[in-house]
């Protein structure tokens, strides 16, 4: 199925831009989780959102959902790997290795992506991943070091154990990992990537670790990553006041196109956004 928009980031932007689609009939697939945004949902007490005074951010979640729910807004868990403009439409890899195909992109996926290790972007495609799953094939019977931000990707590693020959897992989180016998966990602090024509080394804190590859799992990748040829202005996307960006058909709103880091600014860039993508493929 090819939809009309595909959002990547279920915050108050990705979840507005899917509401005002779905008034407008186009066919809307939202790509993040069920639970908003932990930014959201953490939040202690909510002051400045128009007409909901003095709520946590858990209910103003709850109320987030239960609205987008009602306007029958699909949400999808999954973790979007790169999105490719392909003319006339855009293609999806997810880390799983799902592909997803839309007429237009809105990106709405916050500024939780982390800055870049020196040597990251210098090694990315020699060396240096985003997707254990997707390059896994490369690395048979091979060394690899993965860094991860969040706990779910302690499953990758254990999955990247049946394939390499030795797996190193760095946890960048403060919860107890849990992994089996054959990944060998070090808690130290990761500084740079180095090598020569590809990456060979990880230097931490305390030491340094060769390996054949480094992957680099974090909870959402950088932009300039995410989307080959996406202009940046520093670590946010550059748009414009309809919030385009310099790819047609692809939109982006929210924390992403930088402050006020605010919940009622993001919710009302992703009304704009929609209604841009709909100019976009009523003009087609």
Same mark, same amino acid.
């Given at each position: 199925?090819?939809?009309?928009?595909?959002?990547?980031?279920?915050g108050?932007a990705g979840? %507005?831009?899917a509401?005002?689609?779905?008034?407008r009939?186009?066919s809307?697939?939202?790509?993040?989780?069920n639970?908003?945004?932990e930014?959201?949902?953490?939040? @202690?007490?909510?002051?400045?959102?128009l007409g909901?005074?003095?709520?946590s951010g858990s209910?103003?979640?709850?109320?987030?959902l239960? @609205?987008a729910?009602?306007m029958?807004?699909t949400? /999808?868990? @999954?973790?979007?790997h790169?999105?490719?403009?392909?003319?006339?439409?855009?293609?999806?890899q997810?880390?799983?290795?799902?592909?997803?195909?839309?007429?237009s992109?809105?990106?709405?996926?916050g500024?939780?992506?982390?800055?870049?290790y020196?040597?990251?972007? /210098?090694?990315?495609?020699?060396?240096?991943s985003? #997707?254990?799953t #997707?390059?896994?094939?490369?690395?048979?019977?091979k060394?690899?070091?993965?860094?991860? %931000?969040?706990k779910?990707e302690? @499953?990758?590693?254990?999955?990247? %154990?049946?394939?390499?020959? /030795?797996?190193?897992?760095i946890?960048?989180?403060?919860e107890?990992?849990?992994?089996?016998?054959?990944?060998?966990?070090?808690?130290d602090e990761?500084?740079?990537?180095?090598?020569?024509?590809?990456?060979?080394?990880l230097?931490l804190?305390?030491?340094?670790?060769?390996?054949? &590859?480094?992957?680099?799992?974090?909870?959402?990748? %950088?932009?300039?990553?995410l989307?080959? &040829?996406?202009?940046?202005? &520093?670590?946010?996307?550059?748009?414009?006041?309809k919030?385009?960006?310099?790819?047609?058909? #692809?939109i982006? #709103?929210?924390?992403?196109?930088?402050?006020p880091?605010?919940?009622?600014k993001?919710?009302g860039?992703?009304?704009?956004?929609?209604?841009?993508?709909?100019?976009y493929?009523?003009?087609?």
């Amino acid at each position: 199925m090819r939809y009309d928009c595909i959002i990547i980031g279920s915050g108050p932007a990705g979840l %507005s831009a899917a509401i005002t689609l779905k008034i407008r009939n186009k066919s809307v697939l939202v790509i993040g989780n069920n639970t908003v945004s932990e930014k959201v949902s953490k939040a @202690h007490e909510i002051n400045n959102y128009l007409g909901i005074p003095k709520i946590s951010g858990s209910d103003l979640s709850k109320k987030f959902l239960s @609205h987008a729910d009602m306007m029958c807004v699909t949400i /999808e868990n @999954h973790q979007v790997h790169a999105v490719y403009a392909m003319g006339d439409f855009f293609s999806l890899q997810t880390t799983n290795n799902d592909m997803f195909e839309a007429s237009s992109v809105i990106i709405a996926t916050g500024v939780n992506f982390g800055k870049p290790y020196p040597g990251e972007n /210098e090694y990315l495609g020699r060396g240096v991943s985003y #997707c254990a799953t #997707c390059d896994a094939p490369l690395y048979k019977n091979k060394k690899i070091v993965i860094i991860a %931000s969040t706990k779910k990707e302690e @499953h990758e590693a254990n999955f990247m %154990s049946e394939i390499c020959s /030795e797996v190193i897992y760095i946890p960048t989180y403060k919860e107890e990992v849990k992994v089996n016998d054959k990944v060998k966990v070090i808690y130290d602090e990761p500084v740079e990537i180095k090598g020569k024509l590809k990456a060979d080394t990880l230097v931490l804190k305390n030491e340094e670790i060769t390996a054949d &590859g480094f992957f680099i799992l974090r909870e959402s990748v %950088s932009p300039a990553q995410l989307v080959p &040829g996406l202009k940046m202005d &520093g670590n946010h996307i550059e748009v414009n006041r309809k919030m385009e960006t310099n790819i047609k058909g #692809c939109i982006a #709103c929210g924390d992403i196109v930088g402050a006020p880091y605010q919940y009622i600014k993001a919710a009302g860039e992703g009304n704009i956004a929609a209604i841009s993508v709909v100019e976009y493929l009523n003009g087609r």
